[in-house]
């Protein structure tokens, strides 16, 4: 089992930035790779970056080169850095971790936190 535990998020103007934070706690050493996913009102739920426990990044082209993912291995947290922000960038942001345990692969999500920016 995995825990996620978010924080940051917030209300912010267009043009500005946030910084969003997960937690893990449990059976770290089964993660593989962690990430978030955003969810606009209305909409389907929506990845926007993803971090290897290599290191290895990716990210949703809407994103790209204002967002930052990052990771402290021993903080067993991971990190999202968010500039430029654009009022479609409003959303629930999801911490999500994908780890492998007795040959089996699980996902497990945060509880969400609010992103809102304003115009």
């Known amino acids: 089992q995995v825990q996620l535990?978010?924080?940051?998020?917030?209300l912010v103007q267009a043009g500005g930035s946030l910084g969003l934070s997960c937690a893990a706690s449990g059976s770290i050493v089964s993660i593989i790779a962690m990430g978030w996913?955003?969810?606009?009102l209305g909409k389907q739920r929506e990845l926007v970056a993803?971090?290897?426990?290599?290191g290895n990044t990716n990210y949703a082209d809407s994103v790209k080169g204002r967002f930052t993912i990052s990771r402290d291995n021993?903080?067993?947290t991971v990190y999202l850095q968010m500039n430029s922000l654009k009022p479609e960038d409003t959303a629930v942001y999801y911490c999500n971790?994908?780890?492998v345990y007795?040959?089996?692969y699980y996902v497990?999500?945060?509880q969400g936190t609010q992103v809102t920016v304003s115009s």
Do not use: D
Not at 50 to 54: E, K, M, V, Y
């Open 5 to 10: 535990v978010e924080s940051g998020g917030g």
């Open 37 to 40: 996913y955003r969810q606009a």
């Open 50 to 54: 993803t971090i290897t426990s290599g």
């Open 74 to 76: 021993a903080k067993n």
């Open 97 to 99: 971790a994908g780890a």
């Open 102 to 104: 007795s040959g089996s």
């Open 108 to 110: 497990y999500w945060g």
